[in-house]
């Protein structure tokens, strides 16, 4: 049930206590996929999961933690505080419609750790059950077997993905282009006597991307969306079906009972 599409007395009536929010970014996606790529996604797996689940679908929040593609144009971000705060009073709004568990439908790799933090102050509070999902974390195995080499950003995964949603945004002529000005090896490869000594994703791919986007095809894009949309569906009825009771946490300490 999208909630841009409903009317007022529409929402209000209905009972839902699960809520699914899209959360993407805009940012660069290499030389062949749109800046909204993230996005797209994230809204299209959101959207197809609360279809067939009848839960609330918010609107898509498009803007992430992206500050590690600045030096390409286009890219937009927030600073990691202010996403915090926003995606944390967005989802403190949706408890006032009755809405206790919400899974942000998530696309983009630099949310992640953030969205956790959200769920976490919401869980210590007792306010909400919010939990972050990723869908390529959902498939794994899937992706593996896909392709040789997948790439973390802009890689043949997403691009599949796109050549599924959005056929007209991607650019195939480009695809080669994103593979040989791009890097195949995956992002975190690179170390330093164990340390991470890179902070922005130019330091390691030149036009932004990582992978062999010449691997991706829409009939893979088709295979991955539904596994994904098929494991965001299980995520679901698996929540409504959860005493809300049972997910919050245990008091830390027992009270004392001596007299």
Same mark, same amino acid.
């Given at each position: 049930?999208? @909630?841009?599409?409903?009317?007022?007395?529409?929402? #209000?009536?209905?009972?839902?206590? !699960?809520?699914? !929010?899209? @959360?993407?970014?805009?940012?660069?996606? &290499?030389?062949?996929?749109?800046?909204?790529?993230?996005?797209?996604?994230?809204?299209?797996?959101?959207?197809?999961? $609360?279809?067939?689940?009848?839960?609330?679908?918010?609107?898509?929040?498009?803007?992430?933690?992206?500050?590690?593609?600045?030096?390409?144009?286009? +890219?937009?971000? !927030?600073?990691?505080?202010?996403?915090?705060?926003? /995606?944390?009073?967005?989802?403190?709004?949706?408890?006032?419609?009755? =809405?206790?568990? /919400?899974?942000?439908?998530? *696309?983009?790799?630099?949310?992640? /750790?953030?969205?956790?933090? /959200?769920?976490?102050?919401?869980?210590?509070?007792?306010? %909400?059950?919010?939990?972050?999902?990723?869908?390529?974390?959902?498939?794994?195995?899937? =992706?593996?077997?896909?392709?040789?080499?997948?790439?973390?950003? #802009?890689?043949?995964?997403? +691009?599949?993905?796109?050549?599924? @949603? %959005?056929?007209?945004?991607?650019?195939?002529?480009?695809?080669?282009?994103?593979?040989? #000005?791009? *890097?195949?090896?995956?992002?975190?490869?690179?170390? !330093?006597? &164990? %340390?991470?000594?890179?902070?922005?994703? =130019?330091?390691?791919?030149?036009?932004?991307?990582?992978?062999?986007?010449?691997? %991706?095809?829409?009939?893979?894009?088709?295979?991955?969306?539904?596994? *994904?949309?098929?494991?965001?569906? *299980?995520?679901?009825?698996?929540?409504?079906?959860?005493?809300?009771? &049972?997910?919050?946490?245990?008091?830390?300490?027992?009270?004392? $009972?001596?007299?």
């Amino acid at each position: 049930m999208l @909630i841009p599409h409903r009317t007022w007395p529409e929402l #209000g009536d209905a009972t839902e206590s !699960v809520a699914v !929010v899209p @959360i993407g970014s805009t940012e660069q996606h &290499g030389p062949h996929l749109p800046e909204g790529t993230d996005s797209l996604i994230a809204e299209a797996l959101a959207r197809e999961a $609360s279809d067939r689940t009848g839960h609330l679908c918010t609107p898509t929040l498009p803007i992430g933690v992206s500050s590690h593609h600045r030096q390409f144009p286009g +890219t937009m971000w !927030v600073e990691p505080p202010m996403f915090r705060d926003f /995606v944390e009073s967005f989802t403190r709004n949706l408890t006032t419609h009755g =809405i206790d568990r /919400v899974v942000y439908v998530n *696309a983009h790799g630099g949310n992640v /750790v953030h969205l956790r933090e /959200v769920g976490r102050r919401l869980h210590q509070d007792e306010t %909400a059950f919010a939990i972050e999902w990723m869908w390529n974390e959902s498939i794994p195995d899937l =992706i593996d077997d896909a392709f040789e080499v997948t790439g973390p950003h #802009g890689g043949p995964k997403e +691009t599949a993905m796109i050549m599924h @949603i %959005a056929p007209d945004l991607v650019r195939t002529g480009r695809l080669e282009d994103a593979r040989d #000005g791009g *890097a195949t090896f995956e992002y975190d490869a690179e170390r !330093v006597h &164990g %340390a991470t000594t890179f902070y922005d994703t =130019i330091e390691h791919s030149p036009n932004g991307v990582f992978g062999d986007q010449t691997d %991706a095809t829409p009939e893979i894009g088709r295979q991955l969306f539904e596994a *994904a949309t098929d494991q965001l569906e *299980a995520l679901l009825e698996w929540l409504e079906e959860r005493p809300l009771e &049972g997910l919050f946490p245990d008091p830390d300490l027992e009270p004392d $009972s001596a007299p």
